[in-house]
T-cell receptor
Framework: GQQVMQIPQYQHVQEGEDFTTYCNSSTTLSNIQWYKQRPGGHPVFLIQ?????EVKKQKRLTFQFGEAKKNSSLHITATQTTDVGTYFCAGHRSNDYKLSFGAGTTVTVRA | DSGVTQTPKHLITATGQRVTLRCSPRSGDLSVYWYQQSLDQGLQFLIQYYNGEERAKGNILERFSAQQFPDLHSELNLSSLELGDSALYFC?????????????FGAGSRLTVL
């Protein structure tokens, strides 16, 4: 089963509004990655967080890694129609080769 | 174009049949990963190869097998197909074999089992 849980599964947002999606792990992660999959497309890497409490920004997107390195969040401000898609977090434990993906948050935008 | 090539893009077959999906990793990448994505589902990790050797195994059924060849391309073989095997199969590649490596995904192979 999934080792990384993501909520919410679906997010319907009015254009211009902000929203946040959350990623939680039951175990400490050595790093967390975020990917975006546009409708009909494939996942594309957005960012990687490694340090406890790390915050990184990409234009309107703010990514945060929790102090305990067990959770992460993606906050999007002033949502645009180009933000439509599914956002996946993926966590890596230090004793594991593989990256565990969350179930994703699918974002739709109302114009 | 991500640099990861997957063929075929679409495949329709019948239950009980066998198919092979092919993946060429991005130039310079030694690791290949296979993921399954069913309708409205997340990415289920199947298997990972690094430089020709199996590195990690996920929720891969016994009816499925994979390998990575000396030229680093990989094939995923799906046999005794069932309706539930209908899904999008993604291949991804990375430079190393650590979970810290960033994955580059291909466009996927959509399998429909009728």
């Amino acid at each position: 089963g999934q080792q990384v849980m993501q909520i919410p599964q679906y997010q319907h947002v009015q254009e211009g509004e902000d929203f946040t999606t959350y990623c939680n792990s039951s175990t400490t992660l050595s790093n967390i990655q975020w990917y975006k999959q546009r409708p009909g497309g494939h996942p594309v890497f957005l960012i990687q967080l490694v340090k406890s409490g790390e915050v990184k920004k990409q234009k309107r997107l703010t990514f945060q890694f929790g102090e305990a390195k067990k959770n992460s969040s993606l906050h999007i401000t002033a949502t645009q129609t180009t933000d439509v898609g599914t956002y996946f977090c993926a966590g890596h434990r230090s004793n594991d080769y593989k990256l565990s993906f969350g179930a994703g948050t699918t974002v739709t935008v109302r114009a | 174009d991500s640099g990861v090539t997957q063929t075929p893009k679409h495949l329709i077959t019948a239950t009980g049949q066998r198919v092979t999906l092919r993946c060429s990793p991005r130039s310079g990448d030694l690791s290949v990963y296979w993921y399954q994505q069913s309708l409205d589902q997340g990415l289920q990790f199947l298997i990972q190869y690094y430089n020709g050797e199996e590195r990690a195994k996920g929720n891969i059924l016994e009816r499925f097998s994979a390998q990575q060849f000396p030229d680093l391309h990989s094939e995923l073989n799906l046999s005794s197909l069932e309706l539930g095997d209908s899904a999008l199969y993604f291949c991804a590649s990375s430079v190393g074999n650590s979970g810290a490596n960033v994955l580059t995904f291909g466009a996927g192979s959509r399998l429909t089992v009728l």
